[in-house]
């Protein structure tokens, strides 16, 4: 079964620091990833990287077989590519339905498919904001919000693109343990639908729980991939990343 | 209300406005009204990249002065009629803000904004060495006395003060249709956060591209019958920065986010400067513009349109 | 074409010095661009208000007008620091500095020049001095003293500035927040008062600029709008932060600015500069020696 995404061998510097070393990555459709490591050890990098926000400087970036090699980050979207940001970066002039509409009418919409209504876009708003529970919201500014509302719209607003593949970047982060199981839920349930996953978390039990594979980033290179179970038993990890 | 509804109400204003004009008699009412006519077009312009897409265009003299050169230029070769001009200098503008907004739109915004400035002194020296369009020395246009069409006879500034009056309905209507469709959606992700709006899908270059074009367009449209309200047309005056410092002042005291602001920060700032040439001396004009806007932009960073809506959110339960 | 040898040399000759003293004005630009990321476009207008002291106090006192600028450096540097303060806790603290900010300094371009338009009219002023006229001779070399010293003293500035940037703890700490801020605040550092200090001693630089450019033409209150294209050229050619980068870029752009003078006449001056720029911009924006 071909990869959906493959990344291979990348490298990208920052003048004289070295951010991503080599990294050799595949993932499955349909697969949950898991991707840890330290601060500052290039995850969301590599998540540039692969969506096209920052260009990699060695090495390719495969997307369902394609090179998105010199590819705009929206044009990745529109291939089915989606991330929300580690810091959120909400449109704050417009409204929360409007922040999701923007995927739905410039991606969505620019995908060959049924032709939607002004109707069918704002139900499909709807129900997103219901889906992470800001549907009470929908007419606030992204200034009304908490940081963890914030993180959710950042999800829904990724999740409105229709990805084939969602990078969720650190969506948890500050969350109680009830809102990281409903963040957990969605994921699960957008992954029944077909979707897949890269989870990139510091939160170790929903990675642990989450993930049927987990990736290992420490200093800009790949120090493990492999079962859950084995690699947070794998003692470079452990030093490098669980121990701390 | 829809776009059609909205054409009809600004053109019967418009044609209310031509009406009370008429009715007064006066040239001078036509001079002053064709000023604030062209600012409006120039700011409503301005808007369209600046404050919907949040790129800050110094060069608003540069498109102004192609658009009135490009009247010159084409004039000489064969004396057509002035809307075709007009038509010729948006396009001329257009081009040419297609072509800058390609070489400098993939850099951040501050390197835009200073990039229009180049554009402004290099499209001067250009002019300025270019002895077709009259150089240095400067360019004379004569038109006749009256404007004739199917029996009708008027001076010759009211027929300007007409053609610049539609020039500004166009550009108002085009702002607002922009502002409420999907292209005003995009423009505003630009604004907001230009790396989420390219992770939503928006094709930011493009977009970008689109709104340089569009508001260069409008800057030469509204140049180009300048070279025949003015008589005779100097590089000085076409290309002096004022230009720019109005079309900027006045979206920025009028509210940046919709069409409704250029108008209004022209009105306000357009009479004030009148008003201050009549009774002090042209000299304190830009004084007054330059504290204006910054006094507007620091106390009130969305204009007289965000103190408003700040009032009227107030008052809600 | 009759290739007069000398000519070409003496043309290079001015260009350097010229470019010296571009670099002067490019200093102030260089940090806070450079190294704030503040679009000050207004910075020309402080160098000709240093301009229009130097004037004031050298015709009305006698005393020598770029001995008058570094007099003046205290409340160059107050008005620096001010000018700041308005802008963090307006624009930057907001997040707003991309238009807003932009659109402040374009306003307070217009008023500084306005209010000199004012104060003094719009005649040309000029200083006297004793290096205001004889030329240094090399062979068949001339070399103004007019442009000689104040490209001397601008070199000195650059020296200082390079010093400072690099020896002492303050220096090092405004290289240090154009890069990271957040490490700077771990090291118990307040950034927002490194770059307000950085900000005064950016527009202090603008006190000197304007005494040397007095000396080298006369001014009126607009010749500073010649300037910002100009130094933004500089800035960007010689690489973001980088003050050696600068130098090298003001002396190139002095030079091929006064060649083209020479050989093709000083009305395509202006274009050079600004097409310069459009160039860099277009093709290379990370300038010569850029991070």
């Not at chain 1, 840890?36 to 998540?47: D, E, F, R």
């Not at chain 3, 307006?90 to 004012?118: D, H």
Request: charged share 15%; proline share 4%.
């Amino acid at each position: 079964m071909t990869a959906l995404l493959h990344v291979d061998n990348i490298s990208k510097r920052f003048g004289g620091f070295v951010a991503l070393d080599g990294i050799d990555l595949e993932v499955q459709p349909g697969e949950r990833l898991g991707l840890i490591g330290p601060n500052g050890s290039g995850k969301s990098t590599l998540v540039n990287c692969v969506c096209g926000t920052l260009q990699n400087e060695a090495g390719n970036v495969l997307f369902g077989g394609e090179k998105m090699d010199g590819l705009a980050a929206h044009q990745r979207t529109h291939r089915g590519l989606a991330r929300s940001f580690q810091l959120p970066r909400p449109f704050h002039s417009m409204s929360l339905v409007d922040n999701l509409r923007i995927p739905l009418l410039y991606t969505v919409h620019a995908r060959s498919g049924p032709l939607r209504t002004a109707a069918d876009i704002e139900a499909r708003c709807a129900d997103l904001l219901k889906m992470v529970g800001l549907a009470a919201k929908s007419r606030q500014r992204p200034r009304d919000l908490t940081q963890v509302e914030m993180r959710k719209l950042e999800l829904a607003r990724a999740m409105a693109a229709e990805p084939k593949l969602l990078i969720a970047d650190e969506s948890m982060a500050g969350l109680s343990h009830s809102e990281i199981e409903d963040i957990l839920a969605l994921l699960r349930q957008l992954n029944e639908r077909g979707i897949t996953i890269i989870l990139i978390e510091h939160i170790m039990s929903a990675v642990m729980s989450f993930s049927q594979r987990l990736a290992v980033l420490v200093s800009g290179k790949k120090i493990a991939d492999g079962k859950p179970e084995d690699v947070v038993r794998n003692p470079e990890v452990v030093r490098a990343y669980i121990g701390q | 209300m829809s776009t059609i509804k909205f054409s009809i109400v600004v053109t019967a204003i418009g044609v209310i406005v031509w009406a009370a004009t008429h009715w007064l008699g006066i040239d001078y009412a036509y001079f002053a009204g064709y000023t604030i006519l062209q600012l409006i077009v120039l700011s409503t312009a301005w808007n369209i990249l600046g404050g919907y897409c949040g790129y800050v265009n110094f060069g608003t003299a540069a498109f102004f002065a192609l658009g009135a050169y490009s009247t010159v230029f084409w004039y000489k070769f064969f004396p057509m009629p002035l809307p075709v001009l007009i038509v010729l200098g948006s396009v001329v503008s257009g081009i040419v803000g297609l072509g800058m907004g390609y070489l400098t739109l993939r850099l951040r915004g501050a390197f835009f904004s200073i990039a229009t400035l180049a554009l402004a002194v290099v499209l001067q020296t250009l002019v300025i060495n270019w002895d077709f369009v009259g150089g240095s020395r400067g360019a004379y246009v004569i038109h006749p006395e009256n404007f004739e069409l199917a029996g009708l006879s008027v001076h010759y500034i009211e027929y300007l003060f007409v053609l610049m009056l539609v020039l500004a309905v166009i550009a108002l209507v085009t702002a607002r249709t922009i502002e409420r469709s999907q292209l005003g959606y995009g423009f505003a992700t630009i604004r907001d956060d230009e790396l989420a709006a390219e992770a939503c899908g928006v094709p930011t270059l493009r977009l970008k591209l689109i709104a340089t074009t569009l508001s260069g367009a409008f800057m030469g449209m509204a140049g180009a019958p300048f070279p025949f309200y003015i008589g005779y047309l100097q590089p000085q005056s076409a290309f002096a920065l004022d230009y720019a410092v109005n079309s900027i002042a006045m979206p920025m005291i009028g509210g940046t986010q919709s069409w409704v602001g250029p108008l209004i920060g022209t009105i306000v700032l357009g009479s004030a400067q009148q008003y201050a040439t009549v009774t002090i001396s042209s000299a304190v004009n830009l004084l007054i513009v330059g504290l204006m806007l910054v006094a507007f932009v620091i106390i009130a960073p969305n204009g007289l349109l965000g103190l408003f809506e700040q009032l009227r959110g107030r008052k809600k339960p | 074409m009759d290739f007069d040898f000398n000519l070409l040399m003496n043309a290079i000759v001015s260009g350097l010095l010229l470019g010296g003293f571009y670099a002067a004005v490019t200093a102030g630009i260089a940090i806070s661009f450079g190294m704030l990321d503040i679009v000050n476009i207004a910075h020309p207008a402080f160098v000709i208000l240093g301009s229009y002291i130097a004037y004031y106090f050298s015709s009305t006192f006698g005393i020598d007008p770029i001995l008058v600028s570094f007099l003046a450096l205290p409340a160059f540097y107050a008005l620096g620091a001010a000018i700041y303060q308005v802008y963090y806790l307006s624009f930057e603290r907001r997040g707003q500095e991309a238009l807003r900010g932009l659109a402040f300094f374009f306003g307070l371009l217009f008023v500084t020049e306005v209010m000199l338009l004012l104060t003094f009219g719009a005649d040309y002023r000029y200083v006297e001095a004793r290096y205001i006229g004889p030329s240094l001779h090399l062979g068949f070399i001339e070399l103004p003293y007019r442009l000689l010293i104040p490209c001397v003293v601008a070199l000195a500035i650059y020296g200082a500035l390079d010093l400072f940037v690099s020896r002492t703890f303050l220096g090092r700490a405004i290289m240090a927040v154009s890069q990271d801020q957040l490490a700077l605040q771990l090291m118990a550092a307040d950034p927002i008062r490194i770059k307000r200090i950085a900000f005064g001693i950016s527009i202090a630089t603008a006190s000197i600029a304007g005494a040397l450019l007095i000396v080298i033409q006369p001014v009126e209150p607009s010749v500073g709008r010649d300037y910002i294209g100009r130094v933004f050229a500089i800035c960007v050619l010689g690489g973001l932060g980088s003050l050696p980068g600068a130098l090298i870029a003001a002396f190139l752009l002095g030079i091929v600015e006064s060649l083209t003078s020479t050989f093709s006449g000083p009305s395509w001056a202006p274009a050079i500069s600004f097409g310069f720029l459009l160039l860099t911009l277009a093709f290379r924006p990370a300038g010569l020696m850029g991070r």
